[in-house]
């Protein structure tokens, strides 16, 4: 072969390469987008539950902590509508502090004062948290 047509020949293979290269590189994508809607989730919920454990128990409100709670309730429907999204996403310790935290949450009687309410949650949203950093971890959150 002559030295013009390596030329052509090796063009070419560079051009192939080049392409090949551009969808491997893109075809994760998607994936990473939803991903990264689950991570924003995450970090909600951790915001959130946060807020819950951080009330100051002589100034907080019953309603308050009704508030505070609900934000969780909110931030936790939305990691699971996002972990819906992301395939194979690790949810299972996650969902298993979900459980144990609504679990503690539905065991608050109705008359505990805002700080015996905080204090019987409080383990469980501490859990939650540890959970939801273990998942944003194995997602690859930044």
Same mark, same amino acid.
């Given at each position: =072969?002559?030295? =013009?047509?390596? /030329?052509i020949v090796l063009v070419i293979l560079g051009i192939g390469a080049a392409i090949v290269i551009g969808v491997l590189g893109t075809r994760n994508e998607p994936a990473e987008a939803q991903a990264s809607g689950l991570c924003s989730s995450l970090t909600a919920l951790e915001a959130s &539950?946060?807020? &819950? ?12 902590? $009704? ?12 990691? $699971?509508?996002? #972990? ?6 690790? =949810?299972?310790? &996650?969902? !298993?502090? @979900? !459980?144990?935290?609504?679990?503690? *949450?539905? !065991? +608050?009687? !109705?008359?505990?004062? +805002?700080?015996?309410?905080? @204090?019987? *949650?409080? $383990?469980?949203?501490?859990? &939650? *948290?540890?959970?939801? $950093?273990?998942? #944003?971890?194995? /997602?690859?959150?930044?």
């Amino acid at each position: =072969m002559s030295k =013009m047509t390596w /030329i052509i020949v090796l063009v070419i293979l560079g051009i192939g390469a080049a392409i090949v290269i551009g969808v491997l590189g893109t075809r994760n994508e998607p994936a990473e987008a939803q991903a990264s809607g689950l991570c924003s989730s995450l970090t909600a919920l951790e915001a959130s &539950l946060k807020g &819950l454990t951080s009330l100051d128990p002589t100034t907080a409100s019953k309603s308050d902590y $009704q508030s505070d709670l609900d934000a969780v309730r909110s931030a936790w429907n939305q990691v $699971q509508g996002d #972990a819906q999204d992301v395939k194979n996403a690790p =949810m299972e310790s &996650l969902d !298993n502090a @979900g !459980n144990a935290f609504e679990s503690a *949450v539905r !065991n +608050v009687p !109705n008359d505990a004062s +805002v700080s015996d309410a905080i @204090g019987d *949650v409080t $383990q469980s949203a501490d859990q &939650l *948290v540890a959970a939801a $950093q273990s998942t #944003a971890a194995s /997602i690859h959150c930044t």
